[in-house]
């Protein structure tokens, strides 16, 4: 199947940092998702992106569907402690691709 | 909460046992979705439906059997399992997979530990 290549696999970062990670993909998707997972939760969708350039915000998170359609990113602005979890792209052509995750923890 | 649910929430069985995960959607989607989830790899599609139909089977091996009832239910039959069949199994649902808006709501899994 296609594969997402996701970075950073993790990040350990100071509370009121920002942080930024990116999905990258040899193929073309119509649609970029970002997801967030908790531990021993599914993932929840945090922003969905459908047209290339498109720049979406969700509170402190803002995500980036690329002009090449073959990337995403999403940067956290001043991360807090819940923010904590392991953060998934996913890409829709036909089927939904995932990315294999970044694990971000923020220390106090 | 996403508006799928999923029971259990934890499963160990054994080998030779027969067990069934459920997957409810109150969102009024049209298609839904098993995937497995195994640790350090991404998550692995094993079977789609849309509007009852199974429309995707990822080469998924026998002893794992779907069925979907409706449009708001879905079912994993599982019968001698394997031990790295052992993962966290999520269920999910969209809209209709011909839909442009077609992004997927995840349930909480279940996670499941075969010995």
């Not at chain 1, 296609?2 to 993909?25: A, H, K, R, Y």
């Not at chain 1, 945090?46 to 990337?71: C, P, V």
């Not at chain 2, 089977?57 to 052992?86: A, G, I, K, Y």
């Amino acid at each position: 199947g296609q594969q997402l290549n996701q970075s950073p696999q993790s990040m350990f970062i100071q509370e009121g940092e920002d942080v930024s990670m990116n999905c990258t993909s040899s193929s073309i998707f119509n649609t970029w998702l970002w997801y967030k997972q908790e531990p021993g939760e599914g993932p929840v969708l945090l922003i969905a992106l459908y047209k290339a350039g498109e720049l979406t915000s969700n509170g402190r998170l803002t995500a980036q569907f690329g002009i090449t359609r073959k990337d995403s990113f999403l940067n956290i602005s001043a991360s807090i402690p819940s923010d904590v979890g392991i953060y998934f792209c996913a890409g829709q052509s036909r089927e939904f691709y995932f990315g294999t995750g970044t694990s971000l923890t923020v220390i106090p | 909460e996403t508006g799928v649910t999923q029971t259990p929430r934890h499963l160990v069985m054994g080998m030779t046992n027969k067990k069934s995960l459920k997957c409810e959607q109150h969102l009024g989607h049209n298609a839904m979705y098993w995937y497995k989830q195994s640790a350090k790899k991404p998550l692995e599609l094993m079977f789609v439906y849309n509007f009852k139909e199974q429309t995707e089977n990822n080469s998924v091996p026998s002893r794992f059997s779907p069925e979907c009832p409706n449009s708001s239910h879905l079912f994993l039959h599982l019968h001698t399992l394997q031990p790295e069949d052992s993962a966290l199994y999520l269920c999910a649902s969209s809209q209709d997979r011909g839909y442009v808006y077609n992004e997927q709501f995840f349930g909480p899994g279940t996670r499941l530990t075969v010995l």
